[in-house]
């Protein structure tokens, strides 16, 4: 199974979508093999409704993820890899991903994925630098020559549970550009999860929508 090197104040850990050290031949193929990467095990259950005030998503189907603690919406043209799969590693417990391929007005091609997971608990009073360093690593891992700037760092809640939310602008190195977003929930005294999205290019109008599905996150 692929493993990602280590990273400093977990969560999360990054998944690897090749060998480190493989130089990524541009933004095209980053996404084909982001998204080859993050195929689930099919894990927890098809829940076809979700209505509830500010949510993005109300209506649409969503992922309820028990390893995770976590349930979050669906967009349209948006699915979950084919069931029966198992190369998530094991810092992710499902992921969803814009289906097919597009290309915006620049001809670049469009590529979105959100990922669920969950790591040890993290004190409340630590989730802002926690988050903040988490996302900072992954922008890093996926982008190793390239560079972030952080846009947003908010705390939050979900169901009234503590969380904390990160969005970076991210230059790949090569002349495209990323948008990652973060978002780390005490789900309960036990137990830690996240969220985390990224939509390629930065400008296109899949960057709503992973903040979308970040935002449709609940615990209940």
Known sequence: ?????????????????????????????????LVAALLAAGLGAWWWTRDGDGDPLAGRPRVTDAKAGLSYGIPQGWKRPDKGKDDLIDAFTSTISKAGKDEDEAGQEVGATVLAGRSDPVPEPALKSRTESAARSNAEFFFPNGSSRREESKATTVDGRPAHTVALAVQDGEGGTAH???TVITVD????????????????????????????????
């Open 189 to 220: 005294d036990g137990r830690t999860a996240f969220l985390l999205g990224i939509a390629m290019p930065g400008t296109s109008p899949e960057k709503q929508t992973v903040d979308d599905v970040l935002a449709s996150a609940s615990t209940g």
């Open 1 to 33: 199974m692929t493993t990602a090197p280590p990273m400093p104040q977990m969560p999360p850990q990054a998944p690897a979508p090749q060998p480190q050290g493989r130089r990524r031949a541009g933004t095209t193929t980053i996404v084909a093999a």
């Open 180 to 182: 990652l977003r973060l």
